[in-house]
């Protein structure tokens, strides 16, 4: 049985916790790259999704998934991998689609969440980027940092521009998506996977200006955030880089960047932290044994402490994760 919301929010305000809050989040379309405004059955598809993780599972907050919404439209750009459709990008007017079909599956999730603190998923401009340079169905993931890498070395300048314009649409996306009645956002980003500009210069001039300009905006609207660096797929981050960043609870993957939830506390001057184990396919969460699952449970708790700690994944668990094993996880964690 989940916790009362006064009690899973003691955590996020990072106040001594009786009860430790515990969440986990999967995808629910077959590809969460397929294009909703392409294939508007995935509205449908995510939220019954989501109605049935949520029973199954009982989590103590709902950490919601954007299927359907990861493809950016890049209005006026007919291929995203030239420059020249790229310096045609305009910005969506605010009744587009994109925006108001977010706000609706928002409102639809949270009415799903019930009174659970509710969390809805926007990706950085970095990350819609790149994802946009690659076909999901045949390339590997991580070519489109390397595509990525490529265009700010042929032009820098553009570059940026695009990404700036980028966060201007998710800026007016923030003030929707509070109309949905959630309690926050989850704002992911990730360093590109490319030595090229995965370096402080880049990080400096470019990605963190963008990513804060974005999360200043989420914080005027929402006073409970996570930011989320995102390790998923082996993609490592420099953790020390980010400690700017201004949102109040910190996810990150702590076997892939090398930060348990304490050390990663305390690099964050203390703000509360989310996560502990790890997500893929080799982790105990989905491999392991009940006695497996629920030691581990136990460890991530006795070295993580009990103020500011919020138990889940490194990042999205994968969709054929068995249901008993997240039930296992939440089962430990309720009873330390």
């Known amino acids: 049985m989940a916790y009362s919301r006064k009690e899973v929010l003691k955590a996020f305000h990072n106040e001594d916790e009786i009860t430790i809050p515990v969440a986990f989040w999967r995808h629910f379309a077959a590809s969460e790259f397929i294009d909703g405004l392409q294939h508007p059955e995935v509205f449908d598809l995510n939220l019954n999704g989501h109605q049935k993780f949520i029973e199954a599972t009982e989590p103590d907050f709902v950490k919601t998934m954007s299927d359907g919404y990861f493809a950016y439209p890049f209005l006026n750009v ?26 609706a599956l928002a409102a639809g999730q949270k009415k799903l969440a019930g009174d659970r603190p509710t969390f809805y998923t926007v ?10 340079l690659i076909n999901h169905d045949t390339e590997p993931l991580l070519r489109s ?75 005027r609207y929402f006073n ?22 201004p949102l109040q ?4 993957a702590t076997d892939v960047d090398g930060y348990s939830l304490a050390e990663g506390k305390a690099l964050f001057g203390g703000r509360p ?9 080799d982790g105990v969460l989905y491999s392991g044994t009940k006695a497996e699952i629920q030691a581990e449970a136990k460890r991530i708790v006795t070295e993580a402490g009990r103020k500011g700690v919020i138990i889940g994944a490194d990042c999205t668990i994968p969709r054929d994760t068995p249901i008993e094993h997240v039930r296992w996880a939440i089962e430990a964690i309720h009873q330390l």
């Not at 409970?224 to 960043?245: S, V």
């Open 249 to 252: 609870v910190i996810n990150w």
């Open 273 to 281: 932290v989310l996560g502990g184990f790890n997500n893929a396919t």
């Open 78 to 103: 007919d291929d995203p991998k030239q420059l020249s459709d790229l310096a045609q990008l305009d910005n969506l007017p605010i009744d587009h689609p994109w925006l108001t079909g977010q706000k």
């Open 145 to 219: 940092d390397r595509r990525l890498a490529d265009l700010y070395q042929a032009n820098p300048k553009l570059i940026k521009t695009v990404l700036f314009k980028i966060a201007d649409d998710l800026k007016q996306l923030i003030p929707i998506l509070l109309e949905s009645g959630i309690d926050g956002i989850y704002y992911s980003t990730q360093s590109i996977q490319d030595s090229r500009v995965d370096n402080r210069d880049f990080f400096d001039e470019v990605m963190a200006p963008v990513d804060i300009d974005i999360q200043n905006e989420i914080n």
């Open 123 to 132: 990706f950085s401009p970095l990350i819609i980027l790149k994802w946009a």
């Open 224 to 245: 409970l955030n996570i930011l989320h660096i995102c390790g998923f797929a082996g993609a490592t981050n420099h953790l020390d880089w980010f400690t700017d960043y």
